[in-house]
């Protein structure tokens, strides 16, 4: 079983319904999906890889040698490490300190972070026509006002998961569902370890060179009411190989109000509606519970 691999080319030619009833499944089935031909270069991608790793070896490497958590892995017997994630971890945001050692990092992360934003733009329209919703739905409610900090926000989180001595005692990052709106993850070629959680099974989410994995979260189950779920994933360490993940997360602004679509809510219904809530509360919550079940956050929101 593999997650389904999609050509976003396909949605411009003769094949556009069939790729639009593609990409539906893919999100009512799946909450994963992988895109080829994207539109992103290739020669951008290449960039990326090669700036990410110049930056782990250059600002990284040393430092998460001699962190906390390689010793305590060295340091403890067989027992599992349970709360932490064998990651190295930066996120990119257009107000954040940005690393300045590597040379080519910071034009070649802006260049694909505004390509990347236009493409999540691009899928959640393809979602606002798949749910039956006005083009711009996502977008709109995601943006808030669209005035001074309520905006949507797009972070990327450029992560290295170093080859890990005792894979068994810790994972790369534990399970978890994704707390915002739509995530395009560019992962490493070659090295695995991301998996999902389909009909109680974890399977793995192949690699495929210069493919963009697309992931749903909570709020897009939230404004879908229910119809595209937010999957649990996690990430295994292994002893080889430093996996590179550039994950890029559009989501609502602090500000925003998020509730289910109308359109997508049965008159007079109740009984299963999700909530409707401010998103800064939703991860006022997130923070303190993000690898644990999704639904106590839903029940936290609604109660507020
Ligand atoms: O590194 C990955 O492949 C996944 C990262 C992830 O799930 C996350 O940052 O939320
Ligand atoms: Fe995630």
Redesign the pocket.
């Known amino acids: 079983m593999a997650i389904p691999v999609i050509d976003f080319s396909k949605l411009n030619g003769q094949d556009r319904t069939k790729t639009l009833a593609q990409i539906a499944i893919a999100c009512e089935e799946w909450g994963f999906f992988q895109l080829v031909n994207h539109g992103i270069a290739e020669e951008v991608l290449e960039r990326v890889k090669k700036v990410s790793a110049e930056f782990y070896k250059v600002e990284r490497e040393e430092n998460f040698k001699n962190s906390e958590l390689a010793n305590l892995l060295n340091e403890t017997g067989d027992e599992k490490l349970e709360n932490v994630d064998w990651e190295d971890v930066i996120t990119l945001t257009d107000d954040s300190q940005w690393p300045f050692k590597t040379p080519g990092f910071q034009e070649t992360m802006k260049e694909y972070r505004c390509e990347l934003k236009k493409l999540a733009e691009k899928v959640m329209e393809v979602m606002d026509e798949n749910l039956g919703l006005p083009k711009g739905y996502i977008k709109k409610a995601f943006n808030g006002t669209g005035e001074g900090e309520n905006t949507a926000f797009f972070g990327t989180?450029v992560?290295h998961?170093p080859p890990c001595p005792n894979p068994e005692k810790v994972t790369g990052?534990r399970a978890?569902t994704?707390a915002g709106g739509v995530?395009l993850?560019f992962?490493d070629d070659e090295v695995g370890?991301?998996q999902i959680l389909k009909d109680g099974q974890w399977i793995d989410v192949q690699p495929l060179k210069n493919t963009i994995v697309i992931n749903t979260g909570d709020q897009i189950e939230v404004l879908s009411n229910g119809r595209y779920k937010s999957t649990w994933?996690r990430?295994l360490s292994t002893a080889d190989g430093n996996r590179l993940?550039v994950?890029s997360f559009y989501n609502p602004s602090l500000e925003a109000t998020i509730a289910p679509a109308a359109q997508l809510v049965e008159k007079g219904r109740k009984e299963g509606t999700y909530p409707k809530f401010v998103f800064g509360d939703y991860m006022s919550v997130y923070v303190q519970q993000k690898f644990m079940p999704k639904e106590p956050r839903f029940q936290a929101v609604r109660a507020m």
């Open positions: 989180k992560s998961y990052l978890h994704d995530i993850l992962q370890g991301l994933h990430v993940s994950a």
